[in-house]
């Protein structure tokens, strides 16, 4: 539905956009996500046909709408839209905000008002003006009036950014499955991962105007192909090491690493790829290494402990995350084993 080939875009002699290329298909939600200029919120306004295309083509149901000679404009892309800061009109109430635009009759107008508002729940505040509804409520209220027209793709800037932590949940939660039923193409810009991880079919990681990775949330998560990638997805624990002999050495045993021998390394370490075993003896394995605990907090469904491996300069200060209720006592040893399967390598 939504195709990007080698997309470029400079802003003076700012590269924003680089060689971009990326697919939307029927159906699918895809999530644009990367710190902020990175160039997601650029490609975006390029798919929408807010900026002018500079260089490659940009397709819409296999049709070209922008290319070195084509730009269609954006009223005529057939694209829904759903903006940071919603772009309601204020003097005019929620079911005329959501019929602005559509064509047919005033009755047919207000039929599919009433049809969409009814889909995202605020049907009720059919009557409203936005300065009276609360940001979760706008935000749905801004995603009816871009679905009302049936558009084959649908394009979203931030749309949850704006609204605190607990209601971005449920209005995302219920944003996902009216985008879903909807069967429209949906991409969508965000610089939180978490909501990438929650809203995307598939998830293109950007950094610097050109796409690190793109896959499904699972493969970014368990087979990051950079160490920026790796980090973007929380927080992560780092060990300095060099290759010997097909592995990178730290105090948990040896990590596989295909990497040139001699290579230096940084081996990234998930929180909860720390298993802890109490007191200081590591059952049945001969690797491992035995810590110090520092300090242990719960944070609700996981608990989190600061550790000490080793001491003087040399020294490493881990965090592990343990499901549950874990604390273990200031100073108290334990035992850490390391599970590979969340730990990477990544040259220096």
Do not use: W
């Amino acid at each position: 539905m939504l195709k990007l080939d080698h997309v470029t875009h400079h802003y003076g002699a700012l590269r924003a956009v680089d060689d971009l290329s990326l697919g939307v298909g029927p159906g699918e939600v895809v999530c644009l996500l990367g710190p902020s200029g990175c160039g997601k919120s650029t490609a975006l306004r390029l798919a929408a046909g807010l900026e002018r295309l500079q260089q490659g083509v940009i397709r819409l149901n296999g049709k070209i709408v922008a290319d070195a000679t084509v730009d269609t404009p954006p009223e005529d892309r057939g694209v829904g839209l759903v903006f940071q800061d919603y772009a309601l009109f204020p003097h005019l109430n929620v079911r005329d905000n959501v019929a602005f635009g559509l064509g047919g009759s005033s009755a047919s107008r207000g039929q599919r008002a009433a049809e969409v508002l009814r889909q995202v729940g605020v049907d009720e505040y059919a009557e409203a003006f936005p300065h009276v509804l609360s940001g979760g409520q706008q935000q749905r209220v801004a995603l009816a009036r871009a679905l009302a027209p049936g558009p084959g793709v649908m394009l979203l800037d931030e749309p949850f950014s704006g609204l605190d932590a607990r209601l971005r949940d449920q209005v995302r939660d219920a944003t996902l499955h009216v985008l879903k039923n909807s069967g429209a193409a949906c991409l969508i810009v965000t610089h939180d991962p978490d909501e990438a991880m929650f809203m995307a079919d598939r998830i293109a990681v950007m950094r610097d105007g050109r796409l690190v990775q793109v896959g499904a949330p699972v493969d970014l998560y368990c087979k990051p192909a950079a160490a920026f990638v790796a980090r973007f997805f929380g927080e992560i624990n780092t060990i300095h090491a060099r290759v010997e002999r097909g592995a990178a050495a730290t105090p948990f045993g040896p990590v596989p690493s295909a990497l040139v021998e001699g290579s230096a390394v940084d081996v990234l370490i998930r929180p909860e790829a720390l298993k802890l075993h109490p007191g200081a003896v590591v059952p049945g394995r001969a690797a491992g290494c035995q810590a110090s605990v520092i300090a242990a907090r719960m944070l609700g469904r996981s608990s989190l402990i600061h550790l000490a491996v080793g001491s003087g300069p040399a020294g490493l200060h881990l965090h592990a995350r343990v499901p549950g209720r874990f604390l273990p006592a200031e100073n108290s040893q334990v035992g850490v084993t390391l599970d590979l399967e969340q730990t990477f390598v990544f040259e220096r």
